[in-house]
């Protein structure tokens, strides 16, 4: 089976535990850093021929409509980061629709082909912001990748399903594909272990990823979803001094030698975009014009 490559296509201030400390985009004046780091991805990507699923955020697809039309026409699939990372949950349901739904016409306006999937900054649906299930229903997407099922601190989301699942809700439906989350019975409990990518994938040993995302493939259904971003192959990016420690860890560790740990990740598993994965796991019912009149 496939398993899913997908990148968050955003700049290094974007990123949550950035934006955090030095405001919005809105606030400051940073240079752009992400043409020669997303340049970098698409080298490896095509070096060891392999597709992914790139999501990307509409204030970066503004910017670089050229760049977008790259990743396409070297046969990714283009999805959406909504448009200016704000979290869902911290949103009003009428400003996520708004974000989530510009950011879709803007991206197939650019690649002239329809636009899917989507994943939100920092996987923040959660319990309590299950609206934002309707909202994406509503702008047209046909599934979802926000799930992180383990505990964070900025969502918790433990009790939420590992495998892929067709979401019900009033408006329609949507597929969810959450990101990759292994486990362990330990005296019996169940022991979530986060597999999936960013800070996970630089600090975590290649033979303790390799082993279970292996055991991921043992399981129903067979095959995981993963995710970078272009800022974890930019070493030189400004180091924010006023990050916390563990930030700091988080956002920077291990990041000059994760260029090759990347590499060596994606030649251990076949991976490919979201969109054909999906097919492969729910055959006709995804994607296709009319997806849920048989259940
Ligand atoms: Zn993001």
Redo the contacts with the bound molecule.
Sequence with gaps: MLNVISV?V?EYF??TNISSVIGPPSKHHLASRLEQSIEKVLNIFSRLQVRGTFFI?GLVAQRFPELIKKIAAEGHEVAS?GYG?ELAYNLAPAQFLEDVYRTRLMLEDMIGKPVYGYRA??FSIKEGNEWAYDKLIEAGYRYDSSCYPIWHPRYANQRRSRKPELIKRESGCLFEFPLAVGKLNVFGRELRLPLAGGAYWRLFPLPYLRWGLRRMQEEEPGWFTCYV?PWEFDPGQPVFAELSFLTKLRHYGRMKSFERKFERLLQSFEFGPLCEAGKQSFGGKFLDQSPFSDD
């Design positions: 968050d955003e974007h990123a955020l980061h990372h900054p920092n971003h």
